[in-house]
C-alpha cells in the first residue's frame, strides 16, 4: 500500500490528506511512517478516518498490504478489517486503534 511519510511531534502524527494524497479518497489506505513508528489508515469515510497501529498482533512484523478493503501481514497472512478487528487468523487480536482527528484537510493522529 503507498507509504506517506509524516512528522511526529508530542506523541501525534499529523499529515495532509488533501487531493494528491493517498488517503485523498474514500476507500483508500495507507501505512503512515513517523519516526520509528508504523500507522495504519483507512479513510472510510469523507471525514472519518481509522488509524491503528501496523505492528501485526501475531509475531510484530509491519503490515505493509491493502486489498479489497482488508490489510494483510506480510509474514503469516493475517488480515485485519479497517476497523483493525482480526478477519484472518493466525493474529490473536485487533489491532490497537488511535483517535483521529480532521480539521480542513489535516489529519491529527493521537498515539
Ligand atoms: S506476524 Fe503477522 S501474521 Fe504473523
Known sequence: MPVINATLANNAITLNVAAGSPLASVGSAALVQASNTNVLVARVAQDTFNAMTAVCTHEACTVTRFASG????????????????VTKGPAPSSLRRFNTQLAGDVLTISL
Not at 71 to 84: A, D, M, V
Open 70 to 85: 482488508t490489510f494483510q501481514c506480510p509474514c503469516h497472512g493475517s488480515e485485519y478489517n479497517t476497523n483493525g478487528g
